[in-house]
Nanobody
Framework: QVQLVESGGGLVQAGGSLRLSCVDS????????MGWFRQTPGKDREFVAG????????NYADSVKGRFTISRDNAKNAVYLEMNSLKPEDTAVYFC????????????????????WGQGTQVTVSS
């Protein structure tokens, strides 16, 4: 069973930083590609970053490259999103997502690539 719980969202000024965390209570975390997505009202959920089983491979949306870093700690069943140089346009609800067990890395970027989702955490960046 996969249950994803995000934390770390909040209100920050433009230029600031936040670190999001997502913990999986299941036992198959290390065998899953993980991703972060975000969504604003009235818009589709969009890909932010993804990471392979052991963290060997990562990919990012162009809008966050160089500012955000995804990482994981399989011993803690956790995936993180370090967000620096935040902009007002980064304001959104951020969701953690997991692909199917042992589905290999293929730079998954689509919502339909991921099977499990957290409840989301709000990030608000003020100008």
């Amino acid at each position: 069973q996969v249950q994803l719980v995000e934390s770390g969202g909040g209100l920050v000024q433009a230029g600031g930083s936040l670190r999001l965390s997502c913990v999986d209570s299941g036992r198959t975390f290390s065998g899953r590609v993980m991703g972060w997505f975000r969504q604003t009202p009235g818009k589709d959920r969009e890909f932010v970053a993804g990471i392979s089983f052991r963290g060997t491979y990562t990919n990012y949306a162009d809008s966050v490259k160089g500012r955000f870093t995804i990482s994981r700690d399989n011993a803690k069943n956790a995936v993180y999103l370090e967000m620096n140089s935040l902009k007002p346009e980064d304001t959104a609800v951020y969701f953690c997502a997991a692909d199917g067990h042992l589905v290999p890395w293929k730079s998954q970027t689509k919502v339909s690539d991921y099977h499990y989702w957290g409840q989301g955490t709000q990030v608000t960046v003020s100008s």
